[in-house]
């Protein structure tokens, strides 16, 4: 095994949403050593002109650059779905719909509350703050909204839905309106653009690209150092301080590989214990989804052509709040209008989605095997409480959506709106085609040590492993009320100031 050549005060592994954040922030305000590890490809700094076009293009979801996971999302259905993941720096941040929500205070209120102490609202909120202005997030003005996008708003507003002034008022319950968003002049702009670029030139930050990182190497009761394949060959890095980031699937991957996780997967695995965590890999938490398509007439997909023509046209651009009659507090559905247009057949698409925000069911991560090339097993468990808490607040919005599809601004355009189906039928179509939100979450969540399950404690340090660290959406106690690009990127702002002082 090579040695790196690098010298280092920390490790970052992942330059994701998260990653990314931390690394730049930390380079940037302290002297201390830097390395960034990515799997993935680095495209240099924006100026050069390098990166991808479909990366950084908003108008739609970024294809390329895949870890190309699939897995359950619920056991009835005999096909794989699809587990989208980004190989490239800036992570998913590179990739997404570019909505930048932050949910509602009492996410993170109920994260304290829990004993996560530092993790309320207003203790993350200035985090949130700084990340917002990094990452250029702005409310498209009503002028910028596409004509999809307008029906979804009026249809709400005539179903007796208020116009939201700002979607991620951390008060607010009830609202509609085009979601705040990361894009500038069509750009979707991602943690490597806004925090890795200001800092690439300074000499205490070291990038490694196409990086595969396979463990790290526990001694005594410390980290000591990262294994990773870079180009067939496996290299050591040695720093006192080590910090996962490699998102809700990659960092309890490579915990398990490194003897770190539940005891009896581990022995059936043949990975030496190194230290028994059972909550790594458990609590795989998302956000189910479910859509209702729309068909249109020529004469709209004409006008969506002529916006098109002249302005940005993203597929996920408008959102509604929407309470259940099983919530608790805040809100906990999202209403959505989505578009997509056909690259080979230049056709549009257009859908209605149901997200629930606060889910109770939980999945699991494990290792399919010890070798980091090979994909996880990934089993989602999506609707599955034993309480029917989330198909009953899906089924609600469901009815809520199709409600919504036979006011008039609907069906002006559409026509008469879908018939009225009974709630088992709904309940049927909708574990059918239950998917995921590409938000995963909470595989090493964080907790007190009073929680038998916590993998991280309040401030993202492993359990009975000095030096070892995890920042990324993994931690989350559970999942928010918000897509969790934005959640994840805060991490980074929040946690860099402590972990900075623990590398010093």
Request: glycine residues 10%; charged residues 20%.
């Amino acid at each position: 095994m090579g040695a790196g050549s690098v010298q280092a005060d920390l490790i970052v592994v992942g330059a994701g949403s998260a990653g990314a954040t931390l690394a730049g922030i930390i380079a940037r305000d302290t002297t201390l050593r830097v390395l960034l590890l990515e799997a993935g490809p680095d495209y240099g700094h924006y100026s050069e002109g390098r990166w991808p076009a479909d990366i950084l293009d908003a108008k739609q979801f970024a294809l390329s650059h895949q870890w190309a996971y699939a897995g359950k999302a619920h056991p009835s259905h005999t096909h794989l779905t699809g587990f989208d993941r980004a190989r490239i720096m800036g992570g998913c941040s590179a990739h997404n719909g570019c909505v930048a929500l932050v949910g509602h205070r009492c996410d993170y209120d109920g994260w304290a509350a829990l004993g996560n102490t530092g993790w309320d609202w207003e203790s993350v909120a200035p985090a949130f703050e700084r990340a917002k202005r990094a990452m250029r997030v702005r409310i498209p003005t009503d002028d910028e909204i596409t004509p999809f996008q307008r029906i979804f708003v009026e249809g709400a507003v005539a179903a007796g839905w208020p116009r939201s002034a700002d979607l991620n008022d951390p008060d607010e319950i009830l609202g509609v309106a085009a979601s705040p968003a990361n894009i500038d002049g069509g750009v979707r702009w991602n943690t490597a653009l806004a925090y890795i670029d200001p800092v690439r030139e300074n000499a205490n930050l070291t990038i490694v690209p196409d990086a595969l990182v396979d463990k790290v190497d526990i001694q005594n009761g410390r980290a000591v150092a990262v294994e990773a394949i870079i180009d067939f060959e496996r290299k050591r890095f040695e720093a006192p301080v080590i910090v996962l980031s490699g998102g809700a699937y990659g960092s309890p991957m490579i915990l398990m590989r490194s003897g770190v996780g539940p005891a009896a997967h581990l022995r059936d695995l043949g990975i030496p214990i190194v230290q028994q965590l059972e909550g790594v890999g458990r609590h795989l938490n998302d956000h189910p989804s479910t859509s209702l398509l729309l068909d249109a007439p020529a004469w709209f997909d004409a006008e969506m052509d002529a916006f098109a023509a002249e302005k940005w046209l993203p597929d996920e651009q408008t959102l509604a709040k929407f309470r259940s009659s099983v919530c608790e507090e805040g809100f906990d559905v999202h209403i959505v209008g989505l578009t997509q247009r056909d690259q080979a057949t230049q056709k549009w698409r257009y859908r209605v989605g149901v997200y629930l925000v606060d889910s109770r069911g939980n999945g699991s991560l494990t290792l399919s095997s010890p070798k980091p090339s090979d994909h996880p097993i990934l089993d989602h468990q999506l609707i599955q409480d034993p309480d029917n808490h989330d198909i009953t607040a899906m089924l609600d919005g469901l009815e809520t959506a199709i409600e919504w599809m036979h006011t008039a601004p609907y069906t002006r355009v559409f026509g008469a709106g879908p018939e009225t189906a009974s709630r088992e039928d709904l309940a049927e179509y909708l574990r059918s085609g239950i998917r995921h939100a590409y938000h995963p979450v909470s595989t090493c969540h964080m907790g007190p040590d009073s929680d038998p399950l916590a993998v991280v404690d309040p401030r993202g340090k492993v359990y009975g492993i000095e030096g070892l660290y995890v920042c990324d959406a993994s931690i989350f106690p559970r999942v928010m009320r918000a897509n969790t690009n934005l959640p994840a990127i805060m991490l980074g702002e929040h946690m860099a100031g402590w972990i900075a002082e623990a590398a010093r």
